[in-house]
T-cell receptor, first 107, second 113 residues
Framework: GQQVMQIPQYQHVQEGEDFTTYCNSS?????IQWYKQRPGGHPVFLIQ?????EVKKQKRLTFQFGEAKKNSSLHITATQTTDVGTYFC???????FGDGTTLTVKP | DTGVSQDPRHKITKRGQNVTFRCDPI?????LYWYRQTLGQGPEFLTY????????KSRLLSDRFSAERPKGSFSTLEIQRTEQGDSAMYLC???????????FGQGTRLTVV
């Protein structure tokens, strides 16, 4: 069945450094969604990408959907301590979540 | 509407017992999803409903798991003859349609002893 892989599994950064997580699917996705889960919390929706090559920005966060619609990335510029958490991508109508990238930020 | 609510928040049960969890989605959402999440993993899809119809069930899901959404509103997830490997956080989410964003509940943490 469809699988969604995320790398890296963990990322530790100094506050102010940039961060990127990558999501790769074994099959073409109709759309991809990104969620953030804070420690002890539940996943919270960030954004949905639909079009091939789409790029969306939310303040310091930039999301990209690959041309082949099989990969996506989330980039955070100048991380802050409020960015800590695990970032998940989800495809296939929310039935396939990656295992996430856990971001820790050292002040 | 205050979002997706799940009950109970925590459940400790003895191995072999049956447990039932409840999820109340956002009222106008027609899609309801159940996931299981363990430490360090992403949400693992279990099943989803469109209104009262259960449209998909994970092939990995044991026959001991069953879910219902009788009137297309709240849903229940039952686990029969619980095993220690069932210990996990059980998350419910709802959305408006297939492409809508999923709103998650706080989850029910199950511990099987």
């Amino acid at each position: 069945g469809q699988q969604v892989m995320q790398i890296p599994q963990y990322q530790h950064v100094q506050e102010g450094e940039d961060f990127t997580t990558y999501c790769n699917s074994s099959t073409t996705l109709s759309n991809i969604q990104w969620y953030k889960q804070r420690p002890g919390g539940h996943p919270v929706f960030l954004i949905q990408l639909v079009k091939s090559g789409e790029v969306k920005k939310q303040k310091r966060l930039t999301f990209q959907f690959g041309e082949a619609k099989k990969n996506s990335s989330l980039h955070i510029t100048a991380t802050q301590t409020t960015d800590v958490g695990t970032y998940f991508c989800a495809g296939a109508g929310k039935s396939t979540f990656g295992d996430g990238t856990t971001l820790t930020v050292k002040p | 509407d205050t979002g997706v609510s799940q009950d109970p928040r925590h459940k400790i049960t003895k191995r072999g017992q049956n447990v039932t969890f409840r999820c109340d989605p956002i009222s106008e959402h027609n899609r309801l999803y159940w996931y299981r999440q363990t430490l360090g993993q992403g949400p693992e899809f279990l099943t989803y409903f469109q209104n009262e119809a259960q449209l998909e069930k994970s092939r990995l899901l044991s026959d001991r798991f069953s879910a219902e959404r009788p009137k297309g509103s709240f849903s229940t997830l039952e686990i029969q003859r619980t095993e220690q490997g069932d210990s996990a956080m059980y998350l419910c989410a709802s959305s408006l349609g297939d492409w809508g964003e999923a709103f998650f509940g706080q989850g029910t943490r199950l511990t099987v002893v």
